[in-house]
């Protein structure tokens, strides 16, 4: 079926170390993959994408790593800030415009 | 920096009453969407908008449901008999292109059926 999923509901993170978010896409069509950070009371905010032609991008403190054999995607930040606290969504594309989410991992950075 | 606002912030209305969700794109967008998150799920797509059509809906997006652009700034999603499960947070975005290109939410609106 056609779905976006994440492995781990919650991470803590201590501040200072990496974090790295997982998520599984079930749509061997999907060819577009974005993160999204959504912090309390606000929408969802891009912080990165990565096209199935690419395995891996880089953003400020941000890498997105794409495993298209295993329909896996991650991301990782760098040195945890406690602003990075929030909620990250990975999503999906296939044809059309239409953003299919997954279910969300919330991130806690420990000071 | 250009974004995407919506309001109100939240509405409270009864059941059965019509609610309409406003939303300013960012100016130079032409693609416009509706999402909604019900509390502890996913954010779901509802509908897709453009050249003042619909271009894709999902099945949420059923007859009680209508979206519009009023004039040139203003994308609205109307819900014209509000149940219980139309709760929700009801997120508007817009992108520049069509196909692989960042889309832009807005801070939502919370709309609580009553």
């Known amino acids: 079926g056609e779905s976006v999923g994440l492995h781990l509901p919650t991470l803590s993170v201590q501040e200072g170390d990496n974090s790295i978010i997982n998520c599984a896409y079930s749509n061997s069509a999907s060819d577009y993959f974005i993160w999204y950070k959504q912090e309390s009371g606000k929408g969802p905010q891009f912080i990165i994408d990565?096209?199935?032609?690419?395995d891996k991008r880089q953003g400020q403190r941000v890498t997105v790593l794409l495993n298209k054999t295993v329909k896996h995607l991650s991301l990782q930040i760098a040195a945890t800030q406690p602003g990075d606290s929030a909620v990250y969504f990975c999503?999906?594309?296939?044809?059309?415009?239409?953003?299919?989410f997954g279910g969300g991992t919330r991130v806690l950075v420990k000071p | 920096e250009p974004e995407v606002t919506q309001t109100p912030s939240h509405q409270v209305t009864q059941m059965g009453q019509e609610v309409i969700l406003r939303c300013v794109p960012i100016?130079?967008?032409?693609?416009f969407y509706w999402y909604r998150q019900i509390l502890g799920q996913k954010v779901e797509f509802l509908v897709s908008?453009?050249?003042?059509?619909?271009?894709?809906k999902s099945e949420i997006f059923d007859d009680q449901f209508s979206v519009e652009r009023p004039d040139g700034s203003n994308f609205t999603l109307k819900i014209r008999s509000t149940k219980l499960e139309d709760s929700a947070m009801y997120f508007c975005?817009?992108?520049?292109?069509?196909?692989?290109?960042?889309?832009?939410f807005g801070p939502g609106t919370r709309l609580t059926v009553t």
């Open positions: 999503a999906d594309q296939a044809a059309g415009n239409k953003l299919t």
């Open positions: 908008f453009y050249n003042n059509e619909i271009s894709e």
């Open positions: 990565i096209r199935s032609n690419m």
């Open positions: 975005a817009s992108s520049e292109l069509a196909g692989k290109d960042e889309q832009y």
């Open positions: 100016s130079n967008h032409l693609y």
